[in-house]
């Protein structure tokens, strides 16, 4: 079965770095595009970073432009997160999603808590 399992998040300081991880197995991945969305309390989920199978085409939402990167490691079944210059108002959990076969996976989410 297709899972998807989120790590790396945690508390760091405005201005601080983290690397999520998102592992998948029970599909192809090198054949599926991956993204990141995030969801902060009492909002809606929103599309954080998207890329393609390959790796070589790319989408970040306006509000993380230049500071985050995502990427893939196709052989190791596993799609990143690299998170820059931090900010209070990225604080929220982060998930990985991937479709299969038409049908929509998400992961557990990491917690990702942007405080002094």
């Known amino acids: 079965q297709v899972q998807l399992v989120e790590s790396g998040g945690g508390l760091v300081q405005p201005g601080g770095s983290l690397r999520l991880s998102c592992a998948a197995s029970?599909?192809?991945?090198?054949?599926?595009?991956m993204s990141w969305y995030r969801q902060a309390p009492g909002k809606q989920r929103e599309l954080v970073a998207r890329i393609s199978s390959d790796g070589g085409s790319t989408n970040y939402a306006d509000s993380v432009k230049g500071r985050f990167t995502i990427s893939r490691d196709n052989a190791k079944n596993t799609a990143y997160l690299h998170m820059n210059s931090l900010k209070p108002e990225d604080t929220a959990v982060y998930y990985c999603?991937?479709?299969?076969?038409?049908?929509?996976?998400w992961g557990q989410g990491t917690q990702v808590t942007v405080s002094s």
């Open positions: 029970g599909f192809t991945f090198r054949s599926n595009a």
């Open positions: 999603k991937a479709v299969v076969s038409a049908r929509l996976y």
